[in-house]
């Protein structure tokens, strides 16, 4: 590894902010096993993202969170929502289609679209950034984004940010699935 990075890095760490971020991240790591301490081979794992995802919200003093999720998990970003929202945070979300863009104004041709022939909107990323950086969000947590409009949210969005869920289809949002059975039901990824 660089040592100049290296020492350039460990100095921005020196910046009261990104220190005090870097800090209460640390501490959510470990916080999320128990029996820490009692074998230092075998932590167990004892909260779910989500709480996580609370938690740590609550040591940096974050009340109002945005969410951003795929129309596909709408139902699933409900009770995420009411989940925080039951923890004390206000909660502003956005779906994907927001906005209704048609795809077309992109340039994407019929034949590409999801529904060929039909009225299809675009995800707009950027509106919803846009969205919560007006609603003066402090930190944002993404459910599901499409690859690429993950990135253009991520790209637009003022405040941190964090991933809860992934979008992966066929493995029900579990990339890892395919990843773990890349010697069995997947292993036609490697074919390729």
Known sequence: MDRDLVEWVRQRYGEPALREFAKQASI???EGYCGRGEDVHSPRPCKPRV??????????????????FCVGLQREAGKVASF????????????????????????VPDDMKIRPGHPEAMCNPILQA???NRAGTQFNIVMGLCVGHDSLFLGHSKAPCTVLVVKDRPTGHNPLAAINTLHSYYRYLEED
Do not use: I
């Open 51 to 68: 709480m996580e995802v609370a938690e740590f919200a609550v040591k940096m003093g974050y009340r109002r969170l945005g969410l951003v």
């Open 28 to 30: 959510q790591e470990g």
């Open 84 to 107: 925080l929202e039951g923890r004390g945070f206000e909660v502003v979300s956005v779906v994907c289609k927001a906005g209704m863009v048609p795809k077309e104004e992109l340039g």
């Open 130 to 132: 846009e969205a919560l």
